[in-house]
Antibody, heavy 118, light 112 residues
């Protein structure tokens, strides 16, 4: 069965970077991509971007351009999302989700809480 | 960006009774390829989102048939024919017709 298992919770100081991982199993990793979606405490869902696991092509949300980088490691079927220059309003649960393209998000990871606090 | 709105934002329902959630988009969600990329997701308390419905009315794998989606253009509806206790949570509509994908604010469904 399709599973996406994310790395554990992180606490970071403002200005630091965080890198969240998402390990996929149960399907051919390179046949899909991975979207990243975040959810601030008590808030709704915000789409961050998508990466193709086939060729590494990316689509990022404009508001995060320049601060976010999404990568994949096909040897381990793992996707990564790095967010730099963290601010307090980046505090959120970060989710990965499988998708054929940026328009798609079928199976979701369990989420990773990133707390940004001085 | 396309703005998604949902009504109601909160819906107390009686077990075994139907529930309905509306979602409206600021622009038509009909893609040039003829598809309408409107999905519904369920988020139970403390859980990640789960895909229920894609392309307006297609139930995803494992989704009970008490969930159904309908609509066209800019107006869409999610219906639960008979609410069960496990249906408690927040329901989001999501459009992926136009980049970037955007979500509605969510509708909280709980039991009266």
């Amino acid at each position: 069965q399709v599973q996406l298992v994310q790395s554990g919770a992180e606490v970071k100081k403002p200005g630091a970077s965080v890198k969240v991982s998402c390990k996929a199993s149960g399907y051919t990793f390179t046949s899909y991509g991975i979207s990243w979606v975040r959810q601030a405490p008590g808030q709704g869902l915000e789409w961050m971007g998508w990466i193709s696991a086939y060729n590494g092509n990316t689509n990022y949300a404009q508001k995060l351009q320049g601060r976010v980088t999404m990568t994949t490691d096909t040897s381990t079927s793992t996707a990564y999302m790095e967010l730099r220059s963290l601010r307090s309003d980046d505090t959120a649960v970060y989710y990965c989700a499988r998708g054929s393209g940026w328009y798609d998000a079928d199976y979701w990871g369990q989420g990773t809480l990133v707390t940004v606090s001085s | 960006d396309i703005v998604m709105t949902q009504t109601p934002l909160s819906s107390p329902v009686t077990l075994g009774q139907p529930a309905s959630i509306s979602c409206r988009s600021s622009q038509s969600l009909v893609h040039s390829d003829g598809n309408t990329y409107l999905s519904w997701l369920q988020q139970r308390p403390g859980q990640p989102p789960r895909l229920l419905i894609y392309k307006i009315s297609n139930r995803f794998s494992g989704v009970p048939d008490r969930f159904s989606g309908s609509g066209a253009g800019t107006d869409f509806t999610l219906k639960i024919s008979r609410v069960e206790a496990e249906d408690v949570g927040v329901y989001y509509c999501m459009q992926a017709t136009q980049f970037p994908p955007t979500f509605g604010p969510g509708t909280k469904v709980d039991i009266k």
